[in-house]
């Protein structure tokens, strides 16, 4: 049974940071790009980053590129997301995502975590 549990979530100011935690567990993390989503309320779900299985290639999405760093470390099968600079646009329940390629599409993904709530006030 393969599951992603979110961690790191919470409140904070705007320009503050928090750095999100997704550990994985029933798969072989090593063989998986990891990617993150975000859903804010009243809107779809959107891509935030994505890092392949070892790590050497990470892309992101336009609004957090320069703020938001992804990485992982295979040896805890956990995958992170460093969130510097936030804005009041961040708020957003955040979603670990597994896929076999390193993907913006949420369609490539094959398990997903249960969110954890990151809220910016300004």
């Known amino acids: 049974q393969v599951q992603l549990v979110e961690s790191g979530g919470g409140l904070v100011q705007a320009e503050d940071s928090l750095r999100l935690s997704c550990a994985a567990s029933?798969?072989?993390?090593?063989?998986?790009?990891m990617g993150w989503f975000r859903q804010a309320p009243g809107k779809e779900r959107e891509f935030v980053a994505v890092i392949s299985w070892n790590g050497e290639h990470t892309y992101y999405a336009d609004s957090v590129k320069g703020r938001f760093t992804i990485y992982r470390d295979n040896a805890k099968s956990t995958v992170y997301l460093q969130m510097n600079n936030l804005k009041p646009e961040d708020t957003a329940v955040y979603y670990c995502?597994?896929?076999?390629?390193?993907?913006?599409?949420?369609?490539?993904?094959?398990?997903w975590g249960q969110g954890t709530q990151v809220t910016v006030s300004s």
């Open positions: 995502a597994a896929s076999y390629g390193s993907t913006s599409r949420m369609r490539d993904y094959d398990y």
């Open positions: 029933g798969l072989t993390f090593n063989r998986y790009g």
